[in-house]
């Protein structure tokens, strides 16, 4: 089993509460800090994956081939990672990114639909890329059904298979029986990638590196999507705490996460009554925005529709929906 490898994920998964603002100058100076402090992997693009940047995911503010060369160009020893959600990204977003810089790829599915990540796993080993799985919305899945999706993604070639808590569902025991599942199932790496919805992000770390996880995200201050993940800084202190050495400098990240990440957010990372009930509900957290604006587009409580999109378990690839379920409520009101 490979060292614990703290990776953070600040310039993805945090662009989604910047609206994918960020600009390469921004990437620079972010990813150059996080070098400093010896984060050995970061993750780059738009908040949704390599080739999201439109009408309906919302536009960037840079190309993904111009976010990845900015962070290769600020570290002197991270690799830089992006993010492959197949259906949306495309073998030609991967290459530019691998011709920017990108050296790791981290190839996302429904954790129902492992078999959909084996192309672009195979594409990226022939580019001599690191390839990494997440296993999205992982909280649907039994530990041992996400098990059988994991043997799959390790058949491809991938190095490590990730539990991936997208609507901060999960609690600690939770994250832990999946890590130990993946762990009994499959001879590479696990990891953990947390959302806080439930306040639970640092804690469902700590459960999954206590369970075998050798690789656990974090984002500066949280950033991310909804209520954000675990805050990198937070994390490196809580697992030196516990007892499980990431390598990386805790005084460095935070003086980082408050003079670099800090002055860039549009507001502090918190859990609102939408982030909440998407983690209550078992909701993709990047519903987020697009369930507010469909509220109030038409004239419908968040809660209401939040309920309703979870009975129907909506998925992220679904977003279509939200719009179509918002209107049903609408017209069923007396």
Known sequence: ???????????????????????????????????RAGITLVEVGHGIGLGASSLQYGHAAAPDPAYVA????????????????????????????????????????????ADCAEQPIRHALRRGMQVMSFLMMSHRLAPEALAAQARLLAGYGTSVVY????????????????????????????????????????GNSLAAVEAGATHVDGSLRGLGASAGNAATEVLAAALERAGHPTGV?????????????APRMREPQVIDETA????????????????????ARYGVTVPDLVTELGR????????DMILDVAAELARERP
């Open 276 to 295: 909440l009930l998407l983690g209550w509900t078992g909701l993709y957290s990047t519903f987020f925005h697009p369930v507010k604006r469909a509220a």
């Open 249 to 261: 400098d805790v005084l460095s990240l935070a003086s980082h996460a408050q003079h670099a990440m």
């Open 70 to 113: 900015a962070a290769a160009e600020a570290v002197s020893q991270a690799e830089v990672a992006v993010l492959y959600v197949p259906g949306i990204s495309t073998h030609r977003d991967l290459d530019a990114a691998h011709e920017a810089g990108a050296r790791v790829v981290r190839v996302a599915t429904h954790c129902t639909e």
């Open 312 to 319: 129907r378990q909506v998925v992220g690839g679904q977003e």
């Open 1 to 35: 089993m490979s060292a614990l490898r703290l990776v953070d994920t600040s310039l993805r998964d945090g662009m989604s509460s910047v609206g994918h603002g960020f600009r390469p100058s921004d990437v620079a100076e972010i990813a150059s800090g996080l070098d």
């Open 163 to 202: 539990v991936v808590d997208s609507a901060g569902a999960l609690v600690p025991a939770g994250a832990a029986a999946r890590v130990t599942a993946l762990r009994e199932a499959v001879s590479v790496d696990v990891g953990f990638h947390a959302h806080d919805n439930l306040g639970l992000a640092v």
